[in-house]
Structures are given as structure tokens and as C-alpha cells.
């Protein structure tokens, strides 16, 4: 009883925690550049990587020099970083769950900033056999004072996220929500995860001849990302951290990576991180154990898991060797990493210094580019990109080339420096079909808009008020569905398949890069169901090089807002197959077929409207078909092949149809026993793909009849029931 209690106690205990506690796998770099690979956008190796900096750090003992003291010999002044910490948060005010505070942002510079030059109090902890390797780096991590505009900023960007947690298969979306030019900044984003990792980085890569056209492709996605439970340290304040990892060395470790260093133990059973002067290890340390511990590779060695870039606790680091920073200066120094040398010039560590007036327009957030609406108010989004801050902006709009409408918007609280906010524009009439519509911010504060080419933009937006109902089946024999291609790129069209038309986008070397084309459902009457979901063909061909992207939206409003679904796919994640060639399914195998989604937090609502969005990377083509809707959320529907219905027993008095018939129509059900006296007639209304219930309490042990009216045929069949 004692052992029970003592055990509940703690699981108590365990359960008033109220901060995530992460599994042993911390740090994700080692799967993440391999995912880079899988997605066919990064082609170097490891090994090729490594055989570079042999001779990189070769050439460096020629001269009988380390890099470290060349660095004493030369640099004179440090190495001056800029950083920009993008917050991926979910709406909460500023120092609430994800959108940590400025206080705990500066805690991590200043973190970083110790442990590179070996200034952090913990060093004393090194112990004495470890002392006469430990290195410091003369660096400055400063957060940026310059925007890529030019314009001040705090180098915190804070940018509400499209999902409440991500993954690493996220990396691009949620990268993409808020990137500064990485040749000229270290950009950190902070976001929650979801899972066991709670941080990586973008590892650097070489100079090597014939993938000189497969670097610059990493570049928007170059970086750090961490945890928000793991960045910042609580010897700064009492901020919400994880207690493994609440003294940033989350992303000490990371940009260890960032600039080069690998894993201790080198993500092998006594694998090299080929550093000379850190002990072999056979695998990473957990926890924070106490010194020394040994590992046995070939003879014991005593183990340095007091190194950063080992798996311990945040309050077990406190050592960079001196071969660990003369890797990284190697990184630093070296014109053919890209990405690392510029940092050290960048435009982001002067003061700014601009007079300019101008306003950014940044996007359309409503009405969607296809709705319902033939009037409707415009939501747009704006930020100052001027020097100074702004009380008010004028628009001027045009719709299928008519007359200017122009719109003075003034605001309660002036618009800050580099601030970004949603301004609504009343009264914009559309017509039927698709409008190209013009707008553009003309003036701040009564003076002129300095800089057009990023204050105005064109959309095409379809009004289609199109009407259906569930259950619905769409094969696309023709294009029905309402299409538009908000930025004239390239739209959705009806190609010959293997199942006779499919919907496709022709995206092969289509040079309309990062452009939508986007496909609707009609408004679907959800309001008389309480379960609903959808399935759907889809077919593309990866090229290893170029990631389109599919994803599937929702509307609850007619189309005047979309909310993202759970399927959002790209690269590799997308494919069906690969090809380098302009891909045509032309079998029932080049299809993922059947793909499922649950559509119940839709149910009940009026005016849902589903659209079908492409955004092209002149990747490859991609089709879609046999889209159906189902009054239920079963994933597993019973299929019955050619036939129109069949029968499955629960019980011995209940059972269940299954239709799979060719359009909506009314079903006759009816049972009668072997003197023909009558135990069900009813008729199903609307009747598709769906299922029905029939059930024969009150019939007694017998031989039965059921009949099924479908249209102007009656089928048959017997059964036999028993009490």
C-alpha cells in the first residue's frame, strides 16, 4: 500500500507539470539535412562535405597555422553576426504561451554570446584534463538594426502562425511565414513542435564542382529553428522552460551546427565529428551525470558530454574545443560556403539611415479569389516600410478595367515603423465570373507612395455562386467547378487520363513560379448532417528538383475566408511516382488513390466551400479526380465494385446498405415475408454513395423478401431470419 501511494504521489506530481518534457532525441539537423536530400534539394553528401574541409583545414597546416590563430594574427576585431528571431506564435499577447517575450528573446542573445567566447560562469565546471582544449570564438551575435528595407527594427519579428504546432515536414511553410535574406542575416525561428525535437539547423554546404546550381536553393529555408519551451534561460528571468533545457544551450548547440560542428559522438557507434581534440564517444549522453564517465571505442575513454554539442542537460555544457573553433572559423572565412562569410557584411548591422515615405501592400485576406459575393468589402494587409510612423494611407482601387474608386483610411493609432496591419476597403462591387481588379496605396499622410513597385498589386477573384448539396461525386467529365489563377499564371484544365478526364495542372516547366491556381467546389449545403468527409484521386510526379505544392482549404462563410485542412503536401510528400519528363497518369497504379479527410468540423454549416489549390515551382504536372463526398466520417467505406448496393448483416435483425449509384436519386426499400405480409417499406431520399440502416425487431424466425426500387428496377434477394 505504501509503494501505491508513494507511486500515485508521483504521478500526481508528474501530471501538475505544466511544461512539455521532450524525449532523448533533442536535436533534429542529422534527419533534417537528410530530408533536404530526400527532397532533392541538396545534393551534397556528407562525405563530400567532409573531404572539403579535410582540405580546407589541410591548407591551413600548411602554413603552420590553426585557424584560431589566424584569427589573433588578423581579425582584430570580432566577427560580427546579425540575427533576426522570427516568433511563430498562435495569437496570444506578447510573453504568453508562444509568443515569448522580448526579455526572454535577450536572455538567448546573450547566452550564445558567452558560450561562443567561453565568458559563460558554468566554464569553471570544465574539468582539468578538459581545460588546455577548450576554445573561444571572438564573436558577436548582434540582433539585427536593420530590416531587409532598410528600415530600423528590433531584429524580433513576430508573425501568427497558419497551425497551432509544427513538424520538421513543416519546415518550409512555416519558414516561409517570416525569412529575412539569409546571406544577410541568421534567421532563428521560434515556433512550438510538436514530438521529441526541439530544435535543428541548416547545415553549411561547399564549394563543389557540378552542384554549384543546387546551393542557392536552400537559401529561404537556411537557419535555426527551436523550441519556444527552449529558447532563453531562466538565469534571466522565471520564463515558462523546459527544465532540461532552460539555460539556451538549445541553440548553441544548433548554431554549432549552423556553422559547421557535428555531433560529438558523430550519429554513430563511435563515429568521428572530425574534431582532433574531443574524445571518441560511442553514442550521446543524456541527462547530466556526474564526471567522469567513460565509453568504451577500442579503449575507455573518459567522455567530454560537457560538450555542446553533446545531448546533456543545458546545465551539464560549457565547452566548444579549440578544433571545434577553428572548424567553424574555416566555415566563416571560407567564399564558397555560402551564406556564412556575407553575414560578417551585412547591410543588417548598420543603423539605419532613410527619409523615404512608403507602404507595402502586402496581400488580399478577403473576400477569397473565389466567393460568392458580388459586393463585398475588401481586407488587405499593409506595413509601413517608411521611416517614420503613419496616420493614414489612401487606396485606389479598379475592377475589369472601370473607373478608379479611391479610399481614405485614417487610423485610431498611428501605423509604427515596419508595423503591419489589416485595413478594410467597403463596398467593392464584382461581377459574376472573374475580375481582374487593380489597388494600389497611392499616399501616406497626404504624400506621395515613393517606392509603387511594392505598393500595388493585381488579383484575379472569381464570384461564382454556384449551389449543391452532399452526397455529391465529381469526375470531372467537364470542368464545372469555378477556377481562377489570381496571378495570371497558369489554371486548372481537363486532360485525358486512364480514368477518361481528369482535372490537372499543366505545371512542367511552366515559368510562372510561386503563382496559385486554385479549383472550388460549389457552396455545399452541410447544415442537415453531423458527420461528413471527403475522398479524392490525386496523381503527380516529383522531379527531385522543384517542389510544387498542393494543399485544400476550407470556407464556412461562402468564400470570403479560407481556413487550411490537414492535407498540405510538397516535393517528394506529393508523388506518386518520380519523372524528369512531363507526367500523364496513364494506369489506376499512378494514382494515390482514395485519400481520406474528415470534414465534421464543417457539419452543420450552410455555405461550405472547398478549394483545390496548386502552387507551381515549374515542378510537374498534377491530376485530380473521383472527388466524393460522403454523409459520414467513416474512413474505411465498404467498396462494392460494380455493383449499386449491397447488404451487411450487424445483427440478426439489423442491417446495412451500402449504394454506389451512378447520380442522386430516390431508393424503394421494402420486406415482406414468404405469405407477403409487408415489415418495411420506406424510401430513402437522395440516395448516392451513402449508407442506410434497416432494422426487423418485430419479425419473427423465417424466410424473408427484401426489395430494392432503383429508379424504374426492382432487385431482389432472400434472406433467412432466426430469434
Request: aromatic content about 10%.
Amino acid at each position: 500500500m505504501r509503494h501505491l501511494l508513494i507511486l500515485l504521489a508521483l504521478i500526481m506530481q508528474l501530471t501538475a507539470l505544466h511544461v512539455t518534457v521532450f524525449a532523448q532525441e533533442k536535436c533534429g539537423t542529422v534527419p533534417y539535412m537528410q530530408q533536404l536530400r530526400n527532397e532533392g534539394k541538396l545534393r551534397q553528401t556528407e562525405e563530400q562535405f567532409e573531404k572539403w574541409m579535410t582540405f580546407k583545414r589541410q591548407s591551413w597546416r600548411s602554413n603552420q597555422q590553426t585557424p584560431n590563430e589566424r584569427n589573433k594574427q588578423t581579425q582584430g576585431e570580432p566577427y560580427q553576426i546579425p540575427v533576426v528571431v522570427h516568433i511563430i506564435h498562435n495569437g496570444e499577447p506578447i510573453g504568453n504561451g508562444t509568443n515569448i517575450s522580448d526579455a526572454q528573446i535577450l536572455s538567448q542573445i546573450e547566452v550564445i554570446n558567452k558560450d561562443f567566447k567561453r565568458l559563460n560562469t558554468d566554464a569553471v565546471n570544465t574539468p582539468a584534463e578538459f581545460q588546455p582544449v577548450a576554445g573561444s570564438l571572438d564573436v558577436e551575435f548582434i540582433l539585427a538594426r536593420r530590416d531587409p528595407n532598410g528600415l530600423p527594427t528590433t531584429g524580433i519579428n513576430r508573425v501568427q502562425g497558419t497551425k497551432t504546432s509544427w513538424t520538421m515536414s513543416d519546415n518550409a511553410i512555416f519558414k516561409s511565414l517570416s525569412y529575412w535574406n539569409s546571406n544577410d542575416y541568421l534567421n532563428i525561428w521560434v515556433v512550438k513542435f510538436s514530438g521529441s525535437t526541439i530544435g535543428y539547423a541548416q547545415f553549411p554546404v561547399s564549394e563543389l564542382e557540378g552542384l554549384e546550381n543546387y546551393r542557392d536553393g536552400l537559401a529561404a529555408t537556411d537557419g535555426v529553428a527551436i523550441d519556444y519551451l527552449a529558447f532563453g534561460t531562466i538565469d534571466a528571468g522565471p520564463f515558462d522552460l523546459d527544465p532540461k533545457f532552460n539555460k539556451g544551450r538549445t541553440a548553441t548547440h544548433e548554431i554549432g551546427h549552423f556553422f559547421g560542428l557535428r555531433h560529438i559522438w558523430g550519429d554513430a557507434n563511435c563515429g568521428t565529428d572530425y574534431v582532433e581534440d574531443t574524445p571518441t564517444q560511442r553514442s550521446s549522453t543524456s541527462n547530466c551525470p556526474s564526471h567522469p564517465q567513460t565509453t568504451i571505442c577500442g579503449t575507455s575513454i573518459v567522455k567530454m558530454f560537457q560538450n555542446y554539442m553533446d545531448y546533456t542537460n543545458d546545465a551539464c555544457m560549457n565547452i566548444f574545443t579549440e578544433g571545434q573553433i577553428g572548424r567553424m572559423e574555416t566555415i566563416l572565412n571560407d567564399d564558397a560556403v555560402p551564406r556564412r562569410k556575407s553575414l560578417l557584411t551585412s547591410p543588417g548591422l548598420l543603423d539605419p539611415s532613410c527619409t523615404k515615405i512608403d507602404v507595402a501592400l502586402l496581400g488580399v485576406i478577403s473576400p477569397g479569389v473565389i466567393n460568392c459575393n458580388p459586393q463585398a468589402e475588401f481586407k488587405i494587409n499593409i506595413r509601413n516600410v517608411s521611416c517614420s510612423a503613419i496616420a493614414s494611407v489612401k487606396t485606389v482601387h479598379s475592377v475589369n478595367g472601370g473607373s478608379s474608386v479611391s479610399n481614405t483610411i485614417t487610423f485610431n493609432t498611428p501605423l509604427a515603423i515596419n508595423e503591419q496591419r489589416t485595413i478594410t476597403i467597403p463596398g467593392v462591387n464584382f461581377s459574376e465570373g472573374i475580375n481582374a481588379v487593380s489597388l494600389q496605396v497611392t499616399e501616406a499622410d497626404n504624400k506621395a507612395d515613393e517606392d509603387p513597385n511594392n505598393s500595388s498589386l493585381s488579383i484575379n477573384i472569381t464570384v461564382d455562386q454556384s449551389q449543391d448539396r452532399i452526397p455529391l461525386r465529381e469526375n470531372f467529365n467537364a470542368l464545372n467547378w469555378p477556377i481562377v489563377n489570381p496571378q495570371d499564371g497558369l489554371a486548372w484544365q481537363i486532360t485525358a487520363t486512364n480514368f477518361g478526364n481528369s482535372a490537372s495542372v499543366q505545371a512542367f516547366n511552366n515559368g510562372a513560379i510561386g503563382h496559385e491556381s486554385w479549383l472550388a467546389s460549389p457552396v455545399l449545403d452541410f447544415s442537415n448532417t453531423a458527420k461528413a468527409s471527403i475522398f479524392f484521386d490525386l496523381s503527380y510526379a516529383w522531379n527531385q528538383t522543384a517542389n510544387d505544392r498542393f494543399r485544400i482549404l476550407a470556407s464556412t462563410d461562402c468564400g470570403v475566408t479560407y481556413q487550411p485542412l490537414s492535407f498540405d503536401r510538397s516535393g517528394s510528400a506529393l508523388s506518386s511516382a518520380v519523372s524528369a519528363n512531363p507526367w500523364i497518369p496513364t494506369s489506376p497504379s499512378q494514382w494515390q488513390q482514395r485519400h481520406f479527410l474528415n470534414l465534421n468540423n464543417l457539419a452543420g454549416q450552410q455555405e461550405v466551400r472547398l478549394a483545390f489549390v496548386f502552387t507551381n515551382a515549374t515542378g510537374n504536372n498534377l491530376y485530380l479526380d473521383n472527388i466524393e463526398f460522403y454523409v459520414s466520417d467513416n474512413p474505411n467505406p465498404v467498396d462494392i465494385g460494380s455493383d449499386l448496393y449491397s447488404i451487411y448483416w450487424r445483427t440478426n435483425f439489423e442491417a446495412i446498405i451500402t449504394f454506389d449509384l451512378p447520380e442522386r436519386m430516390p431508393v424503394g426499400i421494402y420486406v415482406v415475408d414468404i405469405m407477403g405480409r409487408e415489415y418495411l417499406n420506406t424510401t430513402a431520399p437522395d440516395i448516392l454513395n451513402q449508407t442506410f440502416p434497416i432494422e426487423l425487431n418485430g419479425a419473427a424466425t423465417g424466410i424473408y423478401i427484401m426489395k430494392i426500387r432503383i429508379g424504374n428496377q426492382f432487385y431482389t434477394s432472400k434472406f433467412f431470419l432466426s430469434r
